[in-house]
């Protein structure tokens, strides 16, 4: 039981980091906002595979109260950022335009 | 008693609702629900010395299993900061925002920005305050895009939204490893479990690396002058006075109740030379910036370095009067720059909306066209310079004498420097603002006074009211010093 | 709280009050300001009367509030503070019918008046100051509340002088805040006492008491313009007179002066800064002022930049007889304190009536102007000869005592000469003035406006100087007089020297 | 039992390889491709790690949802990414850095687990009996850590608020033909049906407000996709309501307790049931709501948030 | 030794594996997308369809059973509106 406590909480430990990394890293907003997920996921995973138990045993309930939290609150961002990317794109082609009409 | 940290904690959200169910409403209730705030929060901090701290364990479950609101003398002023300013900077958004539909589009996220705040500095669960964080960053890029019109603004709301993820996601990692090593997420009970072992210096790092992103500590700070100036002026007020103050009394949760037998007096000079740099830097910054709102932006950088310089000071200090002392002036610089800074940012908005324009050029005349506002900007940098009728010269002079006593004289240079390089940018500002007018400018109808007010009312606060009222602050946390509770 | 207690605190409200109820005067208010100006004024000077009687009768006031653990804000009247007290609102009062004499139609007066009362305010509180801190705060305070009257007119060269000036006062108050810092975390709480209060704390390192001598003296020595730190001053003449008269003559260098004497006598201890060896190095650089001062006025054209450099000699000359050991050197250094400002502010006035009335602003052009304006040039006389040392004025009685008290002390080998020079000097650069202004024909003057006045200029910029010239005779010749400023001083000198 | 770490050892290469895929891939389309799958896979393995709320709320939410909002979002003229070699080395030495973070946190990982002793849950289980719902998630979601549950349902309708206050509703794509009708005629009444079942079933078993308010979204995903069938016509007022409803409910029932003497958010035991209840079909509706809002970008409505005096029309 | 329904089951499960594995080398070896569609859609539910008959007669109560098949048959239904609304979606792509 230890072998897979350990081996997906070091998968959720390096995803995470990677993520982390590459979402400092990247430049387009939505490879940035994928990357934040990603290494969202990592560190739920982390976070599960702390509470994991035993093949049929219960698991610890905590981590996955925090995890279920978690995830929701990354969609929220997401969809936020995501909200904020699209108008800014709006703002910005309209500005192109209106340069290129009047010049 | 609680039931007074259930208000508080509760109001904010409460008022959110209302203002998103009935917008039209949603001017006289958030002036209410203010004034109400400020009340329970004065209420709260005059109740805090009789007992060392109020707490109230939510549903009813004792804290291992459920999550507890609680308020210490720390958490008591700044909840009190939190009310002080959000009662200025609601009135001022009042009038500020003259569409009406930018209002009813910015009050449901000014009140739950107002219930993150609340939430967080009375939360005693780690994992709550990782909540509290993601709400508040939400809330913050979601009001910067309030009113927005331009790209910049947006894009800067942007990053800020996603450093803000990125260092709440650090936050958690730190937060995961405290629950694998001690099984609960406490603050109280942890108070006493966490001891020196790889794991809690690994959740130290990462917690405290995600709060340095949110208050925006030197090396990580690139997102906060452009978000902070392009805001509107109320939010950048709140952002800079509050939002950024709350990150940094988490970590000073962390470092001196959590994590004390981890810190070690190495990570505590690290911490105050990136202080350091962020004085200087943020001091020369402003002082080259030629728009105000990016020059007070720059300050809040510089004015934050100077709390995080407190931290090698306080952790050096031997227990007792000294050490509460410095402790005690460390709270009262943050509470009077969140007062000071929220005054200057509410100034700079009534400049930038009767002039048009921020430049710091082009202020000539303002002077005479805003005697009000521009003798509450003058206040507000007295007060963030440090000078001596206000509350920020007395912890400047506390800094500089503990700074002494602890043997580490270097600090103290720091602060002369970033003292004189402050007053450097104020004067700037000063200067252009009593010269003659250009006879470009066009003549701009006088402001309306209303809108001036709560500036001057937070200005002279600042620098008469803390200045001379500011014992109370020493009174309270000397009951029940942080560490004595063990 | 006795009722001592509140007496310093009236003091200080009498002009703050006024100066932030004229804040919010808007600038066509002209009768209510001036109406408050004067009310304040002379509610502070009754005051002040009733406070010279208690402190001379002995009675303790004292005003103490904690700001913070270990930091208390105290007010406290002694003989020293009183003397300073008593010159600066005497002058304020002077001042004030002079300045709303000469501010008549320009803008902006009721944001001068605020800060000129504020300014007032701070200078009061610097001097009834009863500890370091408390000290600090209004010298700061005072650092404040001048900028924006340097900075009044709004002239490109107004703003660049006041930030000079800014510059030159904030780097000062920086000093003296780590001085005064460094020292309260080795000695304490630092309030004044006669005869100092360092000499009997047991186990004060030297060395440390000296750097913090330094950084004091640096800090003060910004505001008294001593030789490497006066740059400010000629510059800060931009100000409208008033302003220079006021402030330059009395408030601002007095205020360093004040303090130097402050931390030499009621911190330091006279006896044991000797025994420190610093009074040595300032004596000498004070000296070095005074001729410094006196060379560079020699080649000054402009009226204004000229009196500013013989007020720095002239403050100096507090330094020196501080810096003397023996009662009477104390006393003549004390005194000139006095006497110094009510010549210095009686030549002040008068530059500014020529400036006003004649449009005379350099000495070249200043022939003749004793036939058209005859009382104000004999009020500039009487200064004048004052200033360089002659009987009957005051001036005569500071450097007369000075030079006693630098026999007594057996310093008198470089403190004689040092004197004999300065007055010479004094003469060199004042008595051409004089000559021109009586003997040589009136050239054509650049502004006459030939207004309908019966004499020479408006009533309010006439009558100034020939108070303030009356008083500098009064105190002068009833020196020996119970209540005047040499009595006062000895009173002060006894009790220092215990 | 041996073949288990087998599984574990194929779902975690492929979780690494996905991840990869999707954080380096070349263009932005293939990334989010990668992502889609990546969701899907963690929602398997949240099953193999005895997770299956997890699993359900991964499924709709993580994969699902962000995943049709990154795919709605990818813009369509796609930039090609060229890149210089300064960007290559920066890449190089961040690849580096990240793998140095990694083997450290892992390494700290090794001291810490296998994490056995001084078990939490037993806290949980032991006081499940008077939490008023038998499954220990729910329990600790809806009861111990109400609170924490009460402020992600306020970040939700932050991120909800802001995304309305910015922009008017994505344009619906043109109709995709009736097969996809048929199917969505297939699926709406299904998805419904399973959200229910999901809310009711949150007491006993996995389930719950956040898994059946996601299923519900997807529903609106659905219909959007099939070429914005007209979305039923809600008023201003009516979709105000429902942002709100969650949260107004969680905050009365807690502040009513509050009357009766108790904590906050503490409920009578013989009710507890019945109002987590309450509670969880509130949450729904809302957060379903806010999902699809989300995911549609804006307000379908003319103007927001105020009706009519507004002078600036949106739309 | 094996009981009839657990010989079915196995065999069932063995095809199952045989087709996926036929699909995903289809998946991979066929040149162009309108090809690999069928790879996608008609293999792959005939591989889920064996699986889900393997694994339904081996689950304890047959309203488990019940349910795999209900799966199959969504997945049926919502593989082939795929299958079409890709295939659409080439065709215009390749005429554009």
Known sequence: MEQAQLMFAATGALIFVFGLVAGLRDDSLLGRIIAINISGVGLFLLLVALAYRGLCQAADPIPHALVLTGIVVAVAASGLAIAIGRKLDELRNSSHRREGDSS | MSSLLVLIATLPLMTALACLLHPRGGDQLSLVASMIQLVASVLL????????????????????????????????????????????????????????????????????????????LLSG?????????????????????????????????????????????????????????????????????????????????????????KCALVPLHFWLPAAHSSAPAPVSAVLSALVVKVAFYLLLRLWFELFTPVVTSAFATLIGLLGAIAVIWGSWQAFRATRLKLLAAYSTLSQMGYLFMFVPIVMALPEGDTRQFAYGALLLLAVSHGIAKAALFMGIG?????????????????????????????????????????????????????SLVSGQWWWMLVTLVGTLLAAAYLVRVLGAAFAPTAAAEPALPTCRLALQQPALLLAVLATFGLGFAASPVWDTLSLSPPEVQR | M????????????????????????????????????????????????????????????????????????????????????????????????????????????????????????????????????????????LTLATYPLVAHKGTPEAIRGA??????????????????????????????????????????????????????????????????????????????????????????????????????????????????????PLGALAAFTIIYGSVRALSQDHLKKRLAYSTVSQVSYIALGATILGPLATIGGLVHLVHQGVMKITLFFAAGNYAETLGVHRVSEMNGVGRRMPVTTAAFTVAALGMIGLPPVAGFFSKWYLGLGALEAGAGAWVIPVLLASSALNAAYFL?????????????????????????????????????????????????????PLEWVELIATREYR | MMLWWVVDLTLCALMI????????????????????????????????????????????IGAGLTGALLLAALPTAQPTEHKRDADRLIEWVSLLLAALLAVVLIAVLTTLLPVVDGDPSLAVTARLSDAGVSHPVTAVLLNFRAWDTLLELAVLLCATIGVLNLAPARKA??????????????????????????????????????????????????????????????????????????????LSVGLVQLAFGQALLQYPLAWAGSLILLIETGATLSIATMLSLVYLGGHPLRDWPVAGDSRDREI | MFSPGELITALLLLSAIVVFAAGTLALLRLPDPLCRLHALTKIDNLGFGLLAAGLALIQPTWIDGLKLLAIWTLILCSSTTNGYLIAHHCVWESRR
């Open chain 2, 125 to 213: 669960d780690l994992f709550n305050l990782y909540v509290t964080l993601e709400l508040l960053g939400l809330s913050a890029a979601a009001l910067c895009t309030v009113g927005a019109a331009k790209a910049e603004a947006l894009e800067a709301a942007l990053r800020y939204l996603l450093l803000g993820l990125i260092g709440s996601l650090l936050y958690l990692a730190g937060v995961a490893l405290v629950y694998a090593e001690y099984g609960t997420l406490d603050v109280s009970a942890l108070r006493t479990l966490i001891s020196s072992s790889p794991a809690s210096l690994a959740s130290l790092v990462l917690l405290s690396s995600g709060l340095m992103i």
């Open chain 2, 45 to 120: 901090v005059t109740e805090l010395p009789s007992r060392s701290s109020l707490s109230h364990a939510l549903g009813g479950w004792a804290p291992g299993l459920g999550i507890a609101l609680g308020a210490d003398p720390l958490a008591g002023w700044l909840v009190l900061l939190c009310a002080l300013v959000q009662f200025a900077t609601t009135l001022y958004a009042r009038f500020y925002f003259c569409d009406s539909q930018a209002r009813y589009r910015l009050w449901p996220l000014w009140w739950l920005l107002a219930s993150a705040l609340y939430a967080l």
């Open chain 3, 163 to 280: 930030r000079i000036y800014l510059g030159y006062t904030l780097a000062g108050g920086v000093l003296l805040l780590t001085g005064a810092v460094w020292l309260r975390t080795l000695a304490g709480p630092l309030d004044f006492a006669q005869g100092g209060i360092l000499g009997d704390i047991p186990g004060l390192d030297p060395d440390a008491l000296r750097w913090i001598f330094l950084l004091l003296v640096a800090g003060l020595g910004v505001k008294a313009a001593l030789f490497p730190l006066h740059g400010w001053l000629p510059r800060a003449m931009v100000a409208p007179a008033p302003v220079s008269a006021l402030l330059h003559a009395v408030a601002v260098v007095k205020a360093g002066a004040f303090g130097i004497v402050r931390v030499v006598y009621d911190v330091y201890g006279v006896e044991f800064s000797g025994e420190l060896g610093v009074l040595m």
């Open chain 2, 350 to 402: 009534s400049l930038q909306q009767h002039l048009g324009h921020d430049e710091i050029d082009r202020l000539g005349g303002s002077a005479r066209k805003l005697p009000v506002t521009l003798f509450a900007i003058s206040l507000a940098g007295v007060a963030l310079v440090g000078l001596p009728p206000s509350g920020a010269f007395l912890a400047k002079w506390a800094l500089i004498s503990s």
């Open chain 3, 432 to 484: 051409p003035i004089l000559y021109r202004a009586w003997f040589l024909p009136a050239g054509p003057w650049p502004l006459e406006n030939h207004t309908h006045h019966r004499g020479e200029t408006r009533p309010s910029l006439q009558w100034p100087p020939m108070v303030t010239a009356a008083l500098a005779v009064l105190v002068g010749t009833f020196a020996a007089a119970p209540f005047s």
């Open chain 3, 2 to 141: 006795s009722t001592n207690a509140w007496l310093p605190l009236l003091i200080l409200w009498s002009s703050l009050v006024p100066g932030l109820i004229i804040f919010s005067l808007d600038e066509s208010r002209q009768r209510l300001r001036t109406a408050l100006n004067l009310i304040g004024a002379i509610t502070k000077l009754l005051l002040v009367a009733g406070l010279i009687w208690g402190v001379y009768r002995e009675l303790l006031f004292e005003f103490r509030w904690t700001l913070a653990p270990g930091l208390d804000f105290v007010l406290h009247a002694d003989a020293l503070s009183v003397l300073f007290v008593s010159l600066s609102t005497l002058l304020w009062l002077v001042t004030t019918i002079y300045a709303i004499g000469y501010l008549e139609h320009s803008p902006d007066r009721s944001r001068f008046f605020g800060f000129f009362s504020l300014c007032v305010t701070a200078t009061v509180g610097l001097a009834m100051a009863g500890n370091l801190f408390t000290f600090v705060i209004f010298y700061e305070a």
């Open chain 4, 17 to 60: 390889a996905l991840a990869a895929g999707s954080l380096f891939a070349a263009t932005l389309r293939r990334r989010v491709i990668f992502f889609i799958a990546f969701g899907l896979l963690t929602a398997i393995v949240w099953a193999r790690l005895q997770a299956p709320d997890l699993a359900l709320a991964e499924a709709a």
């Open chain 4, 173 to 250: 794509p043109r109709h995709a033909g009736a097969l996809a009708d048929t199917l969505i005629r297939i699926l709406l009444p299904l998805l419904i049906l399973t959200a229910g079942y999901l809310l009711w079933n949150g007491a006993f078993a996995p389930g719950g407000a956040f898994q059946a308010g996601a299923v519900l979204a997807a529903a609106t995903v659905v219909l959007h996709l099939g070429g914005g069938v007209r979305l039923p016509p809600f008023s201003l007022a009516q979709l105000r309501g429902l942002l709100a409803l969650g949260l107004l409910l969680f």
